[in-house]
């Protein structure tokens, strides 16, 4: 796909994997339109978006509400004009023990990490499909192919997310809508500052930007998926397709060291 002059909207896209592909995408002459819960931060962000020269317009909403799903849609098609790829980038987590995870946590991490991008894909496509050449990217986890202890919750709504656009994609195929899973692993952004597992239990960060290059030269290749980690995270998931119990026991070795350092994780 040419991505210049391309119309674009990116949940989440105030910070973190968002906001870099938001600098990335810009880079290449996208019309875009970034979303966030926080008015500051998507301020913070149009500005600096600006100043690299992108054309971008900011809206402030909650994608996970009613309302805020359709303020989203409403006010990116009109500052664009129309719709040519959807990039569902919002999420939250809160990693701990299933039992010690509040009702609403778990309620919160499933509409905004699967509910709210099914419905917002939902009510996009008649603009996604109005000039027969659209996308929609939905940025999922490296969890959603290894689940990981302590991320029940935000491991299932992942993993939901992932198999949501695989199906999708096949129900468009055809139709001029493609679909682009991206699998991240561990990335420095905003959302991973409270996670403090290390390099001990097998976490390390890249850079923001790194999964940003990925993701637009899966958009250029009009890809299936794109998955960071590198040969380390592709080894992780052959086993956990070929031998799952061998990876039950690696988790076990340092379960409690990992749960020690991931507990803090909450980005709500």
Do not use: W
Not at 27 to 41: E, N, Q
């Amino acid at each position: 796909m040419d991505i210049e002059g391309k119309r674009i909207l990116i949940t989440g896209g105030s910070s973190g994997i968002g906001l870099a592909t938001a600098h990335a995408l810009g880079a290449r002459g996208a019309k875009l339109v970034i979303t966030g819960r926080r008015s500051g931060m998507v301020d913070a962000a149009v500005e600096a978006l600006r100043k690299g020269g992108a054309d971008v317009t900011g809206v402030s909403a909650d994608v996970s509400t009613d309302d805020g799903g359709s303020t989203t849609l409403c006010d990116a098609l009109g500052a664009l004009g129309g719709l040519d790829i959807l990039m569902n980038n919002a999420g939250a987590v809160r990693a701990g023990r299933l039992d010690e995870i509040r009702e609403d946590e778990i309620r919160t991490m499933i509409e905004v990490d699967l509910v709210a991008p099914i419905l917002l894909t939902r009510a996009a496509l008649p603009a996604l499909k109005a000039d027969g050449g659209g996308m929609v990217v939905n940025v999922t986890s490296a969890i959603a192919l290894v689940a990981m202890p302590f991320y029940a919750t935000y491991a299932a709504a992942k993993a939901g997310l992932a198999s949501f656009g695989e199906s999708l994609r096949r129900e468009l195929n055809g139709e001029g809508v493609h679909v682009l899973t991206v699998y991240p692993s561990g990335t420095d952004t905003p959302m991973m500052a409270t996670n403090k597992a290390g390099a001990d239990v097998g976490f390390s960060l890249e850079p923001a930007e790194a999964v940003a290059a990925a993701i637009v030269a899966g958009i250029d290749e009009e890809a299936i998926a794109v998955t960071r980690g590198g040969p380390d995270r592709q080894a992780m998931i052959d086993l956990n397709r070929r031998d799952p119990r061998a990876l039950d026991a690696r988790f076990l070795a340092i379960k409690s060291a990992f749960e020690k350092g991931v507990k803090s994780h909450d980005a709500m």
